[in-house]
């Protein structure tokens, strides 16, 4: 409980070191991304509701499909990977790039809806379908934005533009967490207590990593301005 309120802390703290980035300096990726974070800190928040499930008022939810906070954390994916694969198109000026996004994003959110219709895991688990795909799609989506990278003097000046440090922390998150995510079916229904504390010790840990990037991009770009704007032809 005391790893999940030190998370909930630093999401609330790069939430809030966000708003004030961009008080300073106003595009519309950083509006969407505060944004993000806010509906992040909001989902996090709300999940506990499981806690007062089990010794709680919410008690009469134990043994219905609401037990588990499953079903919203699945929800928050969907929002989270469209989020990331929509996030750097902002700064991709290659249409060919974009428009490739545009239809990764509707692979996403359709492929989710018939998973969440036809599996019967959408209340017990993470599906496993999307995370793969959703995963996919947001590396497809950075690898975009450092080819254009490459290819520009961009490079040179990278560390002082944040989506650059937000693209670190999405690869390092997605790259450490879709593994145990596929496996959460696991995770549920484990008698073993070694690999309950693996799966808890790498998701607190990829949080840890991501928030604390996203929190130093914050604090680093403000100080510095950024010398490219996001590109406005998608």
């Not at 998370?7 to 980035?21: D, K, Q, S, V």
Request: aromatic fraction near 24%; proline fraction near 3%.
């Amino acid at each position: 409980m005391i790893a999940g309120l030190l998370i909930n802390f630093f999401e609330i703290l790069a939430f809030l070191t966000g708003i004030f980035y961009y008080q300073k300096n106003k595009t519309k990726p950083t509006l969407y991304l505060v944004w993000f974070l806010g509906i992040t800190v909001f989902s996090e928040l709300f999940s506990w509701y499981t806690y007062f499930v089990e010794s709680g008022f919410l008690h009469f939810l134990k043994g219905t499909r609401l037990e588990m906070n499953y079903w919203w954390g699945n929800m928050y994916s969907i929002i989270s990977y469209l989020f990331y694969i929509n996030y750097f198109k902002w700064y991709l000026s290659a249409k060919r790039s974009i428009s490739i996004l545009n239809s990764v994003s509707v692979i996403v959110f359709v492929v989710s809806i018939l998973e969440i219709i036809f599996s019967e895991g959408f209340f017990i688990r993470f599906m496993p379908i999307s995370n793969v795909i959703g995963t996919l799609f947001v590396f497809l989506s950075i690898s975009f934005y450092y080819l254009e990278l490459l290819k520009s003097d961009q490079i040179l000046q990278v560390q002082k533009t944040l989506p650059f440090y937000i693209s670190v922390g999405a690869l390092l998150f997605h790259l450490c967490t879709t593994p145990i995510f596929i496996y959460s079916i696991y995770f549920s229904n484990s008698v073993d207590p070694s690999f309950v504390s693996l799966y808890k010790l790498i998701i607190f840990s990829a949080n840890y990593l991501l928030y604390s990037i996203y929190i130093a991009g914050f604090l680093i770009c403000l100080r510095k301005k950024d010398p490219y704007s996001p590109k406005k032809n998608f």
